[in-house]
């Protein structure tokens, strides 16, 4: 998982998103998913088992409780707590065809969870200091429970995506639309 936050390009907060949209509803995830997630977001090279993803998917409840708050305080103490459960080893690391960005180091041989908890307790603390307060979310669109890492500079985000945005803006709009007006006397 890469974590770029010098040209604010947060991948491996994307990832942890990811991650908790694919798991967020408590049904067991498969290893080929997750596999697949941490391939596509550049994460190490583990072969995970059945057992590897139940576990997974157990930890990233954590990394939804810190997604789900817009306390700053909370959000910095669960994930100081993540910390020092789950030490992260932080390096610079350059993938082929990316600039050097900061990883948590794999231990060898290191369990998945481990790696997972560090590496994301690592992500949303430098993304926490960078910002100065939860740039992170659960999607406000009525019928949406996604999360999403606030990428912006000006506003706080509140919804996912640009599409659940302009749903919630249409629906206001046709609801205005069908309030009768009252007629003057």
């Known amino acids: 998982m890469t974590e770029d ?22 049904t067991q995830v498969s290893a080929a998913v997750l596999q697949a997630l941490l391939e596509r977001h550049g994460g190490p090279p583990f072969v995970l088992t059945e057992s590897d993803a139940r576990r997974l998917c157990e930890a990233t409840a954590r990394l939804i409780h810190i997604l789900a708050t817009d306390d700053e305080d909370q959000a910095a103490e669960a994930i100081n707590a ?29 369990d998945p969870t481990h790696w997972l908890l560090s590496t994301a307790a690592l992500a949303l603390g430098v993304w926490l200091g960078e910002r100065g307060r939860c740039a992170w979310g659960q ?9 999403f890492i606030d990428t912006g500079r000006r506003t706080p985000q509140r919804y996912c995506t640009p599409r659940c945005a302009t749903r919630v803006r249409v629906a206001a709009h046709r609801a205005q639309r069908t309030i009768p007006m009252a007629r003057p006397t």
């Open 139 to 147: 999607c406000a669109a009525p019928d949406c429970n996604h999360y």
């Open 5 to 26: 936050l010098s040209r604010g390009n947060p991948r491996g907060l994307h990832f942890i998103a990811e991650l908790a949209n694919t798991v967020q509803d408590g």
């Open 82 to 110: 993540l910390l020092d459960q789950h030490p992260a080893q932080p390096r610079l690391a350059r993938l082929p065809g990316r600039p050097w960005s900061l990883h948590a180091k794999a231990p060898q041989n290191a």
